[in-house]
């Protein structure tokens, strides 16, 4: 037997003739924004640097070519200097955003954000990036995420046939990205949740004072829109058994979670709940309100955007 024979049989659980699969390139964006955070806690951009978000998109191209796409974890905040400030709890720290991507062979690749950051970067298999607040290139979109249909209690199933649900609302902002853990350990994002229809984000809390009484209205509209349109509640700084225990003694017929990062409510802005943002089909924040919303407004919005 020859001996490239030989070096096919022994490796043919590899995939004889075919070229391995490229390692992967570990690539760290630090933001120097000077913020005071402890090391090691969670960290995102804002201000110039706001690209730079649990959940922003990014893709990596070359020569024109796309290749690799998908979205930024959260980042962790590390120190700057090699020693911490005696006494500080808290300290001027870099966010340091990392993740991972198999990239072809090439001299020079561009990281292009959403907002239209664009970084260069050259081969190698860790790679360190200074995030900037200038942006200079298109805006990339979230990668297409596979729609969540009824996998978890209070999710809809597929949209109902002959349901008649408006398009996607170019005019509008894009909605910031948000993901959270269902009360059943199920992890959704909303990405998930617009890609077949509308979406009401409820910003809420079981310590939430005001939230009791708007949730008679979310419920009702809920269950008028059932299939049309996913509610879904998103707390924070909250127990699982205690939102368990407020979502069963309110009745609530939707899937509840929690974003134990907080991301979510920074991104759209909540400071308290009860918070509502209406987002359209394909990811257009559409309406919002931090104070109490009627249901005869929310329930107008609605009927604008799904019906049977």
Known sequence: M????????????????????????????????ASLRKPGSACSGSGGYVYVRPGAAYEIVAG?????????????AERRGAKAIQGAAVEPTTC??????????RDRYTL????????????????RLRATG????????????????????????????G????????????????????LDGTRVSGAQLWATRPVVVAF?????ARCPAQQPMLNALAKKYGGLVVFVGVAQEDKPADLKRYTAEHEVPYATGIDTTGASWRNYAVTEPPTLAVIGKGGRLLRGWSVDVDQATLDGVLSGLASR
């Open 163 to 182: 349901a008649r649900i408006a398009p996607e609302d170019t005019s509008a902002p894009r909605a910031p990205a948000f993901s959270a853990t269902l």
């Open 2 to 33: 020859r001996p490239a024979v030989l070096l096919c049989a022994a490796a043919l659980l590899a995939g004889c003739g075919s070229a391995a699969a490229p390692p992967p390139v570990k690539i760290t964006l630090a933001v120097e924004d």
């Open 112 to 127: 292009r954000l959403d907002r239209g950051a664009q970084l260069s970067f050259g081969r190698g298999a860790s790679v």
């Open 204 to 208: 809420t809390a079981s310590w939430c």
């Open 96 to 105: 340091a955003v990392t993740f991972s991507a198999r990239l072809p062979e």
């Open 64 to 76: 024109g070519q796309v290749l690799a796409r998908g979205v930024l974890p959260p980042g962790v």
């Open 134 to 161: 200038a942006t200079g290139g298109p805006a990339v979109a979230a990668p297409a995420s596979s729609p969540v249909t009824g996998s978890s209690p209070g999710l809809p199933g597929p949209v109902p046939a």
